[in-house]
């Protein structure tokens, strides 16, 4: 290989290095949230002396110890107990059936650190509760926020953190799930040769649990103050009543390149100082590019959601449409991962609230012959069904199972009872006058 082309390799390899930190810092960035976004700049205005950041001024009159409001650009100030905040998303995401009252049943049942005091055996023992009802009612505890919150013990609490982690390592749950006694007591040789996995891998997982919460409902109480700040704005337009969703430019940093200061030093001939310029420079033009990709990613993003939760957010009271990442990936032609970083930490600011993005996800768990939908609004289909029958020829489940085909509701008979029952609607020879 001759000189020029070493030269030539090198710089090409130099130009790939460049390419790949270019994009790791990229996706930091997209995945930070407002907070962790003010202390990643401040940081890079340390390391680069022709960088200028100027940070929204939310932040900048929290540091100032100073008070602020909604319209200062506060977005929440969170004093909520962990029961009440429970009990807020509780009214957001379920319809008052009989199930839901068996979540708030079990949300008073758990101790200050998030954990359920009751085993399901015991409730259902003292209330004559039905078993798989209650089973029910702690899956849908446990998908809500804090995750981790409603576990029966430490290695379920991991688990559900885990779960809910879409950055969380491949072979995390495994670990917990089967080898949590061989974790806790450090014993990595044994899960290596039971897993296959490499001494780094497993010690890299062990790293990730430690920093899951052992306690996720600690965090809440009068005295711990958290600050939400929303990365997008929706308003509805009280003429067209069309939703519409803007970045929230005053929480959004920007970054100004000192270039008087930088043409001080241009004229210098030590080539150390030129490739140091060069260096810095670049540096400035990679954050400013993946600050504006940021927002644009965020952005499109948030529109999308709002789009598909449209009805919620012009009343309230609407239930989430079923919702998931995969739809919004497809949608906008993003990686799954990359819509995940983007609802990471964000919050979405409306006329009635605060909302993390990700909470505007829903899954679905009906299938419908043209759409999905949710369990919420299954059930309202079959008490309009109820609602609107004869009372001397009530309908069986049989024949709301049929009615709910024509309407392209695909339910099986024993699910339109479990749905009836949970609204608290007797059997159709019980509501026969």
């Known amino acids: 290989m001759s000189f020029k082309q070493a030269i030539s390799q090198e710089q090409r390899q130099i130009q790939k290095l460049a390419m790949t930190q270019q994009m790791q810092q990229s996706i930091r960035i997209l995945r930070y949230s407002i907070e962790d976004l003010n202390d990643f700049m401040h940081q890079k205005q340390l390391d680069n002396p022709f960088i200028k950041i100027k940070t929204f001024s939310s932040l900048n009159s929290l540091n100032d110890n100073r ?4 319209e200062e650009g506060l977005a929440d100030q969170q004093t909520q107990s962990l029961t009440e905040y429970l009990l807020s998303q509780v009214h957001l995401t379920m319809r008052k ?3 839901r009252g068996w979540v708030v049943f079990l949300i008073d049942h758990l101790d200050q650190n998030g954990y359920l005091t009751l085993d399901i055996e015991t409730i259902c023992q003292q209330t004559k509760a039905d078993r798989t009802t209650l089973l ?14 409603g576990a029966r013990n430490l290695q379920e609490c991991l688990l559900l953190q885990i779960e809910n982690d879409d950055q969380s390592p491949a072979a995390a749950s495994e670990l917990v799930e ?3 006694t061989e974790l806790a007591d450090h014993q990595w040789e044994k899960i290596v040769y039971k897993t ?3 001494m780094t891998e497993v010690q890299n997982i062990f790293e990730y649990i430690r920093s899951l919460s052992p306690a996720p409902g600690a965090a809440f109480g009068a005295d711990n103050l958290t ?7 929706v308003e509805v337009s009280p003429e067209s009543r069309q939703v519409e969703v803007k970045l929230s430019s005053e929480n959004q940093p920007q970054i100004v390149f000192k270039k008087s200061y930088y043409e001080k030093f241009a004229n210098v001939a030590d080539q150390d100082v030129k490739a140091y310029l060069r260096e810095k420079h670049a540096d400035y033009v990679s954050l400013e590019h993946n600050l504006a990709q940021r927002g644009q990613t965020i952005l499109r993003v948030g529109k999308e959601i709002a789009l598909r939760q449209q009805k919620f957010f012009l009343d309230e009271h609407h239930p989430l449409k079923p919702l998931l990442l995969r739809d919004v990936a497809q949608k906008l032609g993003l990686h799954e991962s990359t819509i995940s970083r983007a609802v990471h930490g964000k919050y979405l600011k409306c006329d009635f609230g605060v909302f993390e ?3 505007l996800f829903k899954r679905s768990v009906v299938t419908t012959a043209k759409d999905d939908l949710s369990v919420d609004e299954a059930q309202s289909q079959i008490k309009a069904l109820i609602d609107a029958e004869d009372t001397h020829k009530p309908l069986s489940d049989s024949r709301l199972t049929t009615l709910l085909r024509t309407n392209g509701i695909l339910l099986s008979r024993r699910t339109v009872a479990k749905y009836r029952e949970a609204l608290g609607i007797a059997s159709s020879v019980k509501r026969k006058h």
């Not at 008070?67 to 909604?70: C, G, K, M, N, Q």
């Not at 600050?227 to 704005?233: H, Q, S, T």
């Open 357 to 359: 993005l990700k909470k």
């Open 136 to 149: 029910d009612a702690l899956t849908l505890l446990q998908r809500l926020d804090p995750p981790g919150v």
């Open 178 to 180: 089967h080898h949590f």
């Open 227 to 233: 600050y939400i700040y929303p990365d997008l704005i």
């Open 196 to 198: 296959k996995l490499s």
């Open 67 to 70: 008070s602020l409001s909604l």
């Open 97 to 99: 059936t009989l199930l």
